[in-house]
């Protein structure tokens, strides 16, 4: 008997530790109950125009695109030096429990976790449902910014996560690869308007990060965002590249398949879109 509790206990306790790894999305109920905890700090990634008119009570704000450079291309992420910078300058340590959150979209509170997490921190969790979800749960909004403490953040780049134009040119045709474009059908078909080259990288599926979602904006079951990816042959065997125009719909992608569902192999392509359609030597197809 008393072997049979120890297999018991042994075995509940990978049970929790399996259920528990990867799940970095916390409800409404439950970063409300957090809230004054004092190694916590939400972060809005909502733009600055959006965040002045109201947001989360006690959040920072901290869009994404303040993390970015123009060179060679638009929104690249900046150097880890500089970026480990700007986080700690907002306030945030990478040994914080990090809430992340957006407007509703997902976009950005996607890019700004696959940027926290790229740079190696520690806990970081998005809230399920956005700014929205949190309206609705009537809980505490403001318009009154948050300013944080100067922390110091200590980079620990985490270079698995991210993909560069040479291993995107790689993937094409390698059969142990699959690329994910994030964007619209009608992007990557090629038939929207826009300035950039028409089309989408050679080899990439389509799944449109809304396919996510469900109409209330929240984050779908793991159950169906594994049954969505696995339909397309977005199979845990594989290295996952995910992009769209410039990475921030893919890092929701990212969140979903590298946390959610626990792919071993995820990564995203920084220089997106933006950065393959602008190299003449390489074939854009619709």
Not at 73 to 95: Q, R
Not at 187 to 203: A, C, F, M, S, V
Not at 214 to 242: H, N, R, W, Y
Request: proline residues 4%; negative net charge.
């Amino acid at each position: 008997m008393k072997k049979f509790r120890i297999i018991f206990s042994l075995a509940v306790s990978f049970l929790f530790i399996s259920m528990s790894i990867g799940q970095d999305l916390i409800s409404v109920s439950e970063l409300a109950k957090k809230m004054s905890d004092p190694n916590l700090i939400i972060v809005s990634a909502q733009k600055s125009d959006s965040y002045a008119t109201t947001h989360i009570k006690g959040s920072i704000n901290l869009p994404p695109s303040e993390l970015t450079v123009n060179e060679p291309v638009n929104y690249v992420l900046d150097t880890p030096a500089n970026i480990a910078k700007k986080l700690g300058a907002a306030g945030i340590s990478e040994t914080m429990e990090i809430v992340v959150y957006d407007e509703g979209s997902s976009k950005y509170s996607g890019r700004l976790y696959w940027t926290l997490v790229y740079m190696g921190a520690e806990n970081v969790k998005i809230l399920n449902g956005e700014m929205t979800a949190w309206k609705e749960g009537r809980k505490p909004i403001t318009n009154t910014a948050t300013k944080a403490s100067p922390a110091i953040f200590t980079a620990n780049v985490q270079a698995q996560f991210l993909a560069n134009i040479d291993e995107v040119r790689k993937a094409n045709d390698n059969p142990n690869y699959v690329i994910i474009d994030a964007r619209t059908p009608e992007e990557y078909n090629g038939t929207d308007e826009t300035e950039l080259r028409k089309g989408h990288i050679p080899g990439a599926i389509n799944i449109n990060y809304t396919e996510m979602l469900d109409s209330k904006g929240m984050l779908k079951s793991k159950e169906a965002l594994s049954a969505l990816f696995l339909a397309k042959g977005v199979s845990p065997d594989k290295t996952i590249i995910v992009y769209c125009a410039s990475s921030v719909r893919a890092s929701i992608e990212f969140f979903a398949l590298e946390s959610i569902l626990e792919y071993p192999n995820v990564k995203v392509y920084d220089g997106a879109f933006n950065e393959w359609q602008s190299d003449e030597n390489n074939l854009v197809i619709l």
